[in-house]
Each structure stands twice: as C-alpha cells, then as structure tokens.
C-alpha cells in the first residue's frame, strides 16, 4: 500500500508525497489544483506500479474538493484531514511546526488522521444552494432596512402595509423630488434589488 499526502499550499499549487509502508519516498513533487495538475498528480500515483494508493488531504476551504472527487472517481481512497486536530497531533508525535505533504503521508501510513466528514456531491450541493439563499435573505434584509432608514430621516409615512408591493413600489418612487440625489440613488438602487429578488 502507497500513502499519498497531499498539501494544499494555495489556490493554485499543492504539494504531493508519496511513500511506501515503510515510510520511504517514492515520489514528491508540486502540482496545480486545477483539471491538468490533478491528472498530473493521477499519472505520478500510476507510474508507481500496480500498489494501491490512498490518500489525505488537508480541508483548507474548498480547495480540496476538485482533487478529493477526482482522486475517488480514480477509486482512491480519499481522507480529508481535519487541519487543526491533525496539526495537534503531528506536532506531537513528529514535532515539526509545520503540517507538509510528508507529515500527512506519514500520518495516513501510521493511521494517525482525524478526519473531517465529506458529504457527498449531492448534499454539498444543497448546502451550497442553502447558503446563497441565505446569503440572499440577509441581502434582502439589509436593503429592506436602508430603505426604512431613508424613510425615517425624512419623516416619510404611509399607510400602506406593504410598501415592496406595487403600489408600494410607487409611492417609494414618487419621494424622489423630495430626497437628496445621493439619497434618491441609494433608495432607487434599493427598491430596484428587493424587488428583483421578490
């Protein structure tokens, strides 16, 4: 069995390194976190022989997941290394400062690696749609109170209990002789964006 660990460096740029059973390296080198540096990264595991592979990669953002779904359609099997604890344990078992693609592979070999838990594609993809519409709302609610605040500083009142709905909408527009141009682009821009999103 061949360990590979895998060190997200950066967005574009991970390093990789391969060892055996007993610790010794088969192959290190630097690859891009994109389609052709992942299929590098595939053609380095295979040149390697028949051995079979598994592998560990930290959970930096969302940089690792094109790799950790690349490398298990591959029928690698993939750990995504919960970066704090496994830090914790590296400096106490290897005591270096720093968590490299040689730690996570000696610690892969030595089954030292706490694991985060990867969802699969499908549920990442909820969540994913879950917090845009969040991230949506919130916008939303935002916009919504600094169309009140306007109405606020100019003492605008209405009856009217919807003042997002058409009619609403109308009245908000017909303020704009009263307001300040810098007021009248923020309120416009405003309703313009809650409205939209309705």
Same mark, same amino acid.
Request: glycine share 4%.
């Given at each position: 069995? $061949? %360990?590979?660990?895998?060190? *997200?460096?950066?967005?574009?740029?991970?390093?990789?390194?391969?060892?055996?059973?007993?610790?010794?390296?088969?192959?290190?080198?630097?690859?891009?976190?994109?389609?052709?540096?992942? %299929?590098?990264?595939?053609?380095?595991?295979?040149? %390697?022989?028949?051995? &079979?592979?598994?592998? *560990?990669?930290?959970?930096?953002?969302?940089?690792?997941?094109?790799?950790?779904?690349?490398?298990?359609?591959?029928?690698?099997?993939?750990?995504?290394? $919960?970066?704090?604890?496994?830090?914790?344990?590296?400096?106490?078992?290897?005591?270096?400062?720093?968590?490299?693609?040689?730690?996570? &592979?000696?610690?892969?070999?030595?089954?030292?690696?706490?694991?985060?838990? *990867?969802?699969?594609?499908?549920?990442?993809?909820?969540?994913?749609? *879950?917090? %845009?519409?969040?991230?949506?709302?919130?916008?939303?609610?935002?916009?919504? $109170?600094?169309?009140?605040?306007?109405?606020?500083?100019?003492?605008?009142?209405? $009856?009217?209990?919807?003042?997002?709905?058409?009619?609403?909408?109308?009245?908000?527009?017909?303020?704009? &002789?009263?307001?300040?141009?810098?007021?009248?682009?923020?309120?416009?821009?405003?309703?313009?964006?809650?409205?939209?999103?309705?």
């Amino acid at each position: 069995m $061949n %360990h590979l660990g895998i060190d *997200v460096v950066g967005k574009r740029k991970c390093r990789a390194a391969l060892k055996d059973d007993k610790g010794k390296i088969l192959d290190e080198f630097f690859f891009g976190n994109d389609g052709d540096g992942i %299929h590098n990264l595939l053609s380095r595991i295979q040149s %390697h022989g028949k051995c &079979s592979t598994r592998a *560990v990669l930290e959970s930096t953002g969302n940089m690792w997941m094109k790799i950790h779904d690349m490398l298990e359609e591959n029928e690698i099997d993939t750990k995504l290394a $919960n970066t704090y604890k496994t830090r914790i344990i590296a400096e106490a078992k290897i005591k270096s400062d720093k968590l490299d693609a040689r730690i996570l &592979s000696d610690l892969l070999r030595t089954d030292l690696i706490y694991e985060s838990y *990867v969802p699969n594609k499908e549920d990442r993809d909820r969540r994913s749609l *879950v917090r %845009h519409r969040i991230t949506l709302s919130r916008t939303k609610t935002k916009l919504v $109170n600094k169309v009140h605040s306007i109405l606020d500083k100019y003492d605008y009142q209405t $009856n009217l209990t919807d003042i997002f709905s058409k009619s609403g909408i109308e009245w908000l527009r017909s303020l704009s &002789s009263q307001a300040t141009p810098v007021d009248r682009i923020i309120l416009d821009s405003s309703i313009y964006s809650v409205h939209r999103n309705d």
